[in-house]
Nanobody, 123 residues
């Protein structure tokens, strides 16, 4: 079971990035997937989660209206489209999954984690 997060980088405030979370060694189509982030000196926090069927999703208040989570089960990949990025969005972003179709978007619920991708929002 391996998750590979990618798509991070340096972007100016107001810019956009799309993160990808690709699974290998198993299929994601029956699993909820979440995106979490950890800023320097802060605890890791939930950003957005999506159910296995895309029927349910969760967004933290600080990303509502700016970020969109989606999935392509045929490609075994989940995406996080991030628009209107702010300096406070700077963090390492992690994707994670667990053996369930949906549940609270809380990190203790998630068993399998990718390695993280760094997003830096700065002018």
């Amino acid at each position: 079971v391996q998750l590979q997060a990618s798509g991070g980088g340096l972007v100016q405030p107001g810019g956009s990035l799309r993160l990808s979370c690709a699974a290998s060694g198993f299929t994601l189509d029956r699993n909820a997937v979440g995106w979490f982030r950890q800023a320097p000196g802060k605890e890791r926090e939930g950003v957005s989660c999506i159910s296995f069927s895309e029927g349910s999703s969760y967004y933290a208040d600080f990303v509502k209206g700016r970020f969109t989570i989606s999935r392509d089960n045929a490609k075994n990949t989940v995406y996080l489209q991030m628009n209107s990025l702010r300096p406070e969005d700077t963090a390492v972003y992690y994707c994670a999954t667990f053996s369930g179709g949906w549940g609270p978007c809380q990190q203790h619920e998630y068993d399998y984690w990718g390695q993280g991708t760094l997003v830096t929002v700065s002018s």
